[in-house]
């Protein structure tokens, strides 16, 4: 699988849009990129996932640029809730999670 | 649908005792995984089945550590003896259709368990 690099930590105000971000430059034609959230002390959520086009679904946003060498998650309106680890994974075979991203959404 | 069951979700057991963790995956799916999650290692996959047949067992660690899928709804993972470095929150996640063409990706995960090794 190819690596991500994302932010270490992020901050968004409630009511805004957090927009995170993620590299993948060494992705291949047949990788998927998938993101996952993991509010405290749950497993692991799905979010969205998307190949070449934009994607959207009522969580989020996914924007994948031309290139396929870094995308965007967009949650268009954030709320207390959304804080959690943002993990971008790419994928053609296992799920392998990084870091990820901390995103704190404050009143 | 009740979601993937784990079992138990906390442990706390001594150094050298055998621990079993037992995971219950969402009904119809076919692909089960286990992973690990600790702060300083983060989310690592141990082993992952598909139709009972464990596919990827790259991530377990040592021969300590076993897993099994008996039956399409069952699964355990074994650690004997135990080591105080075991101790994390251990998840099981389920998916259906995981290699196939048409899967999305998306993995359905427990609550964990946690164990703790004194």
């Known amino acids: 699988d190819a690596k991500t690099t994302q932010p270490p930590s992020m901050d968004c105000a409630e009511g805004r849009a957090a927009n995170l971000p993620c590299n993948h430059s060494t992705i291949s034609g047949n990788e998927y990129v998938y993101w996952y959230r993991q509010i405290h002390s749950q497993g692991p959520q799905y979010i969205i996932h998307g190949l070449k086009n934009n994607e959207t679904n009522e969580m989020a946003s996914l924007i994948i640029t031309e290139d396929r060498k870094s995308s965007t998650l967009i949650l268009p309106h954030a709320t207390l809730r959304d804080t959690a680890v943002y993990y971008c994974?790419?994928?053609?075979?296992?799920?392998?999670f990084g870091q990820g991203t901390i995103l704190t959404v404050h009143p | 649908d009740a979601g993937v069951i784990q079992s138990p979700r906390h442990e706390v057991t001594e150094m050298g005792q055998e621990v079993t963790l037992r995971c219950k995956p969402i009904?119809?799916?076919?692909?089960l995984f286990w992973y690990r999650q600790t702060m300083m290692r983060g989310l690592e996959l141990l082993i992952y089945f598909n139709n009972n047949v464990p596919i990827d067992d790259s991530g377990m660690p040592e021969d300590r550590f076993s897993a099994k899928m008996p039956n399409a709804s069952f699964s355990t993972l074994k650690i004997q003896p135990s080591e105080p470095r075991d101790s994390a929150v251990y998840f099981c996640?389920?998916?259906?259709?995981?290699?196939?063409?048409?899967?999305?990706?998306?993995?359905?995960f427990g609550e964990g368990s946690r164990l703790t090794v004194l």
């Open positions: 009904s119809g799916h076919n692909s």
């Open positions: 994974i790419v994928r053609y075979g296992k799920l392998t």
């Open positions: 996640a389920s998916s259906s259709d995981f290699t196939g063409m048409k899967n999305t990706g998306e993995l359905f």
